[in-house]
């Protein structure tokens, strides 16, 4: 069964995002819930040096966030980011665990309702709250383009 999830989660967005809220619903502890958040943005490549200049900085966040978007022919966007805070930059993690590599149209068509689901949205502090609409902003702009 696990076999069959994981399979799911790397062909859609929504999965995806299914399986991350399955994955914090096993910490009671918003302590383990952070350690988990953090062990995420470890994760990620590291951006590429072309991407780490002012025109690819987020606003509106506290923390340094980089965030880049490529389009391929077949309308998929990947998307890159790198922040200098370790909460933010597991964010960053989840965010491009459900979004990056997708169309488009799947981009729109998902909402980024495991956010709520993990207790993110009542658990972070108002400016990290702001850093991450102007992720989910950034990624929502570039599928619209």
């Known amino acids: 069964m696990l076999k069959v999830n994981l399979i799911m989660s790397t062909n859609n967005a929504s999965a995806e995002a299914e399986a991350i809220a399955d994955e914090f ?6 302590e383990d819930r952070y350690q988990m958040l953090i062990d995420q943005g470890r994760k990620l490549a590291p951006l590429p040096e072309k991407y780490r200049h002012d025109d690819f900085r987020l606003r509106g966040c506290q923390s340094v966030v980089y965030f880049a978007a490529e389009r391929d022919e077949a309308d998929k966007i990947t998307f890159m980011a790198q922040s200098d805070a370790a909460i933010v930059q597991g964010l960053v993690a989840l965010l491009l665990r459900v979004y990056s590599g997708r169309t488009a149209k799947e981009i729109r068509e998902t909402e980024p309702e495991f956010l ?27 599928a619209a383009e």
């Open 116 to 142: 709520t689901k993990i207790g993110l949205d009542s658990h972070l502090s108002a400016t990290r709250k702001n850093g991450l609409a102007s992720m989910l902003n950034a990624i929502k702009s570039a």
């Open 25 to 30: 619903g096993f910490f009671d502890d918003w």
